[in-house]
């Protein structure tokens, strides 16, 4: 029984994932289900353990009741034993009528000896409980960090010190993403990353399976500047580049680079301002803008654009297209998700490359979209975006920026309008 719930648990993970068949999984696959169970469960569970579970590394014991318990969390069930619960009836047991018992009697010596065997195998198979670290242990803990650099790629300095906690690994997770986790020396006090794209972005130390601290990190920009994506790593547009007559947009020998019909998709245009803009937080404030996007090439078609506010506890997200494209919308705000699938977008859809205007107001947990003048969406998202700290204009293809301004009633905390002055 305990063989056929695991298999049917590891099939549930599988869907979970959609990453495919684990017959073609690779060893940072497994890396990543490891990270991925981590940030669920707070339990992590090696990559070794994991192969053995999948049948990738040549294993005779079971999996242990430790790691059944946290395969069994990961897919949404207390422990195991509620998991196997849940499949009673789902999970059929072929058995046969006739059954000659007599071939299974074995001496009561023997017997003894086996359940003896069997205690001490599993035993030895059951990982290591996790000990908790204490607050004494946590309060040596150190932990900080300083970019190099204003702009972008941008190199920050980690310095660290675990304060004496016995631990086999550390790791630093540089953001939110716990794919951009890596490994650092436990006995060691200074590790270096780079940043690709500006943001707030909150680092963590782990120690022991566990988060021992954590802190803020703002990459900033040196006013505004661009960065094209498409490729595995982002490449940077400063001033030279951009033309700053009244709008902001590229210069024409860098549009034409843009212009590439025989790619399947566009490259993605990003404007980026990062910077400390004062107390003004994501329950109050006002931001208006006028963009367009200007792309005319069949490969993207959609014209898929989007403004996002960067705030000290995530991002906000307002997505805009032609009007046949916004079933593949999405309204995002610090975990919180509005699908154009099931729900009515329709009011995101824009005539470009015309101009158009968007105005967000938001009071206290009520957030009110207006496009063109027209109010688009009403929104009320459970989570705090926090203080604001910046903004990301993202074009498919490419665009331009005619005004940004965020205020607070009638204080104004940033304006643009690209006219130089």
């Not at 005779?60 to 422990?79: H, K, Q």
């Not at 204490?134 to 190199?155: M, Q, R, Y």
């Not at 329950?283 to 005319?296: G, I, P, V």
């Amino acid at each position: 029984m305990n063989e056929l719930c695991l298999k049917e648990c590891l099939s549930i993970i599988e869907e979970k994932l959609g990453w495919g068949s684990s017959a073609d999984w690779l060893n940072q696959d497994f890396q990543l289900l490891s990270d991925q169970i981590f940030e669920e469960t707070r339990i992590r569970l090696s990559i070794t353990t994991l192969k053995r579970v999948w049948g990738k590394v040549n294993y005779d014991s079971a999996p242990s009741i430790s790691t059944l318990n946290t395969l069994a969390l990961f897919v949404g069930y207390e422990n195991w034993s509620a998991f196997k619960q849940s499949q009673n009836g789902k999970i059929k047991v072929e058995t046969s009528s006739k059954i000659n018992w007599s071939k299974f009697l074995i001496p009561t010596g023997a017997l003894l000896v086996l359940v003896v065997t069997v205690i001490i195998l599993t035993s030895f198979d059951k990982e290591p409980i996790v000990r908790l670290i204490s607050e004494e242990e946590l309060e040596k803990v150190k932990f900080s960090s300083e970019p190099t650099a204003i702009g972008l790629p941008n190199t920050v300095i980690f310095n660290y010190d675990l304060g004496g906690i016995e631990t086999d690994q550390a790791f630093i997770q540089q953001s939110w993403n716990e794919r951009l986790t890596f490994e650092v020396d436990k006995n060691g006090s200074q590790a270096s990353a780079l940043y690709y794209l500006p943001g707030y972005f909150r680092a963590k130390l782990i120690a022991r399976d566990q988060i021992v601290r954590e802190h803020d990190i703002h990459v900033k920009t040196d006013g505004w500047m661009a960065s094209i994506i498409g490729n595995d790593k982002p490449s940077y547009l400063y001033k030279p580049d951009l033309v700053q007559d009244g709008t902001l947009r590229l210069n024409s020998e860098v549009l034409e680079k843009l212009e590439v019909g025989e790619l399947e998709d566009p490259l993605s245009l990003n404007f980026h301002y990062s910077a400390n803009l004062g107390e003004i937080y994501g329950d109050n404030f006002q931001l208006e803008a006028r963009f367009r996007n200007t792309y005319s090439l069949s490969n993207g078609i959609c014209r898929r654009t989007s403004i996002m506010i960067h705030g000290s506890e995530g991002v906000f997200v307002i997505p805009f297209s032609i009007p046949g494209c916004v079933g593949d919308l999405e309204i995002f705000h610090v975990g919180h998700s509005i699908e154009g699938q099931s729900n009515d977008l329709s009011a995101f859809g824009l005539n470009f490359p015309e101009w158009q205007t968007l105005r967000c107001e938001a009071n206290g947990s009520n957030i009110k979209i207006y496009v063109n003048n027209q109010l688009a969406r009403e929104i009320s998202p459970p989570n705090e975006l926090g203080r604001i700290v910046g903004f990301r204009f993202s074009f498919r293809g490419h665009g331009e920026i005619d005004f940004v301004k965020l205020s607070k009633k009638e204080e104004v905390f940033f304006s643009e309008d690209f006219s130089g002055q």
